[in-house]
């Protein structure tokens, strides 16, 4: 199975600062990765697909980059919205694996 | 507008069954490959099991083969999970998810997702 590594699993933001989380797979995935963004108690929103390809209505405010094993998602002028928990997908081979997450949250 | 509706959750004894089902609209529901995936309470996401857009080829996360199947009635637009022999870890909101296509890679790219239903396993 391919491991999912996300860094940091918290971090503290204030409104306004860019925010990056790192994503780290434990073999290559080429580009076969995505961001979803999740609120509490809500289902996961796509963000990301193929590590740098926003999802339709996406802001581009949310930017990722990556190839092989190691991937960032960026987020720039974090927004009150933004502050929830993201995680990182790979989905080259089954099982389809996420990372633990990384809560934004108010610093 | 993609709509994703689950339901057929709920409280199950260990060893129990329930059946999901996942009733969508605003796709065209043949054309896509659909799966669940799961969430422990407080807990991250969970892959659990996908299935094609024809209902032909399916795959299951080893912790469910054997006890778990997903199906699809592509004339009623719904997606199914039968599960069988739950089990206290299977306790979890399941969502269902929409492929953004119909083959690999594709297939395997989530772009919806449903609002969830909560299966607990107690006795």
């Known amino acids: 199975d391919i491991q999912m590594t996300q860094s940091p699993s918290s971090l503290s933001a204030s409104v306004g600062d860019r925010v990056t989380i790192t994503c780290r797979a434990s073999q290559g995935i080429s580009d076969y990765l995505a961001w979803f963004q999740q609120k509490p108690g809500k289902a996961p929103k796509s963000l990301i697909y193929?590590?740098?390809s926003l999802q339709t209505g996406v802001p581009s405010k949310f930017s990722g980059s990556g190839s092989g094993t190691d991937f960032t998602l960026t987020i720039n002028s974090l927004q009150p919205e933004d502050f929830a928990t993201y995680y990182c997908q790979q989905y080259k081979s089954f099982p389809l694996t996420f990372g633990g997450g990384t809560k934004v949250e108010v610093k | 507008e993609v709509q994703l509706l689950e339901s057929g959750g709920g409280l199950v004894q260990p060893g129990g069954s329930l059946r999901l089902s996942c009733e969508a609209s605003g796709f065209t529901f043949r054309s896509y490959a659909m799966s669940w995936v799961r969430q422990a309470p407080g807990k991250g996401l969970e892959w659990v099991s996908i299935?094609?857009?024809?209902?032909?080829?399916?795959q299951y996360t080893d912790s469910v083969k054997g006890r778990f199947t997903i199906s699809r009635d592509n004339s009623k637009n719904t997606l199914y999970l039968q599960m069988n022999g739950l089990r206290a870890e299977d306790t979890a909101v399941y969502y269902c998810?929409?492929?953004?296509?119909?083959?690999?890679?594709?297939?395997?790219?989530?772009?919806?997702w449903g609002q969830g239903t909560l299966v607990t396993v107690s006795s």
């Open positions: 299935i094609d857009d024809s209902g032909g080829d399916t």
């Open positions: 998810a929409k492929g953004s296509g119909a083959r690999y890679p594709q297939s395997r790219n989530f772009d919806y």
């Open positions: 193929a590590a740098s």
